[in-house]
């Protein structure tokens, strides 16, 4: 199956269960694919009549490490012996997480604190989840645990006890991709609406890149935007372990529909984002300089009309706090790096024979923005400050066309590639789809979908 035809499918499936539930906002995690057994006592323990005695244990079900999928049968056959899960909470202690899993083995502790693999627990990052079998005594029979954060590769670490033995191990680790459909509204500010949403910060920051040259997520959000994103996630055993790229995204901004699709040129590798005509998002310039981040996220939305408007003194000026990194807004070479006067630490960067961009009043210029440096978009070439005549902290941004600077939102930027003939059937065909399915999760369409 092509990660497409998978990606297809589980929006199918996202749209029934959504219209099952008729929630007209926030789509809940996918619960397919992996399989929560709640362990009543009597699976346990049969021979415990009393369930509220017990501690309240989950099991989830091991598919791929048969070793503990075989020690969870036997489990169920022998009285006495209990199944806990407990995710690392923010500033666990080792004691903290073992008491909660019902673990009251003080060689199990030692055991931990002092093997080299075993150890690996100790940094376990919050969210991140730990299994483990104990007796009646509260001895540690086993335990498990993912590790890694990710990007490296991930490990499953497996605790064993033989007799009065401890033993660790790492074993591989398989992940299987899934897709995850999400909507939300801003009323705040973005990282508001994705939080609410339960959108990881990966995916927000993803969906600030991909419009990064048409939306300036710092000033130009209005409450009563919308988005809808789909992404891959990465999953083991029923765990969470990583999230990937976002395969398309809509967002409405100030009643203005943007799209973006993930495609991959026919024989290349690398992808792309492409509205749903075929053509590239990406622009020769970004529409702000400014790197957004939960920090700036809002602060220019508190400080409006200063930010994002062409004013008198040819430049557009847009508030942020003092250290916010400031980015090249296009491919270029550094023209100039110093302090000029009323512009204070100031950056200019040339863009071919036409176009130039100047960044001013910076708290610091970054050590690559050399004279005669080389610099790609979105490199970090200085920090936001308040030097030379400035009344309070910004950057003061100029766009040049011929060294006259000039209205960015009015010049015709450079003329953008699209997709070549032979890719824009395959390409229109998914882009029709991912549409409708859009389309579907609208809210207007849900509602009526819901009567
Ligand atoms: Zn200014």
């Given at each position: 199956m092509s990660l497409r035809d998978k990606f297809l499918e589980a929006v199918a499936a996202k749209w029934s269960a959504l219209r099952a539930s008729r929630k007209t906002r926030v789509l809940t995690g996918m619960a397919a694919g992996f399989s929560l057994i709640a362990f009543g006592a009597a699976g346990v323990?049969?021979?415990?009549?009393?369930?509220?005695?017990l501690p309240v244990r989950v099991l989830v079900q091991e598919l791929a490490l048969p070793d503990l999928a075989t020690q969870i049968q036997s489990l169920s056959t022998q009285p006495g012996q209990f199944i806990s899960e407990e995710r690392v909470r923010p500033g666990d202690s080792l004691a903290a997480l073992l008491d909660r899993l019902g673990v009251d083995d003080p060689q199990a502790a030692s055991f931990i604190r002092s093997d080299a693999t075993a150890?690996?627990?100790?940094n376990l990052r919050p969210g991140r989840r730990m299994q483990a079998t104990v007796n009646q005594e509260g001895k540690l029979l086993s335990a498990t645990a993912l590790l890694g954060d990710g990007r490296d590769e991930l490990k499953r670490l497996l605790i064993q006890r033989q007799g009065d033995a401890l033993s660790a191990l790492q074993t591989d680790v398989r992940m299987d991709s899934r897709v995850e459909m999400r909507s939300g509204e801003i009323r705040s500010s973005l990282f508001a609406a994705t939080d609410a949403a339960q959108v990881p910060d990966a995916v927000a920051m993803q969906i600030v890149d991909i419009f990064s040259s048409d939306i300036d997520f710092a000033s130009d959000l209005r409450k009563g935007d919308r988005f809808q994103v789909i992404y891959e996630t990465f999953w083991n055993n029923g765990e969470a372990v990583r999230t990937g790229r976002i395969l398309a995204v809509e967002f409405r901004n100030a009643g203005k529909n943007y799209q973006a699709v993930w495609y991959a040129q026919h024989g290349s590798e690398q992808g792309a984002y492409y509205d749903l005509q075929g053509k590239?998002?990406?622009?020769?310039?970004?529409?702000?300089p400014l790197q957004f981040s939960r920090v700036t996220s809002g602060f220019s939305m508190r400080l409006h009309?200063?930010?994002?408007l062409w004013k008198q003194h040819k430049g557009i000026d847009f508030a942020a706090p003092v250290g916010t990194p400031i980015r090249?807004?296009?491919?270029?070479?550094?023209?100039f790096a110093g302090a000029q006067g009323g512009y204070g630490n100031m950056v200019i960067l040339r863009h071919g024979p036409v176009y130039s961009t100047v960044y001013a009043h910076m708290s610091r210029i970054a050590p690559?923005?050399?004279?005669g440096t080389i610099v790609s978009q979105g490199d970090v070439i200085g920090y936001v400050g308040t030097s030379g005549?400035?009344?309070?902290?910004?950057l003061h941004y100029e766009f040049r066309v011929n060294n006259d600077a000039r209205d960015p939102n009015t010049i015709a930027t450079p003329p953008v590639p699209a997709l070549a003939e032979a890719d824009l059937q395959t390409f229109h065909r998914m882009a029709d789809d991912m549409n409708h399915r859009f389309a579907l999760m609208s809210p207007k369409t849900v509602q009526l979908a819901a009567r």
């Open positions: 323990a049969p021979n415990v009549p009393d369930a509220s005695d150890s690996k627990l100790m590239a998002l990406k622009k020769a310039f970004l529409k702000s009309p200063i930010s994002g090249a807004a296009s491919d270029g070479m550094v023209d690559v923005a050399k004279r005549w400035s009344t309070g902290p910004h």
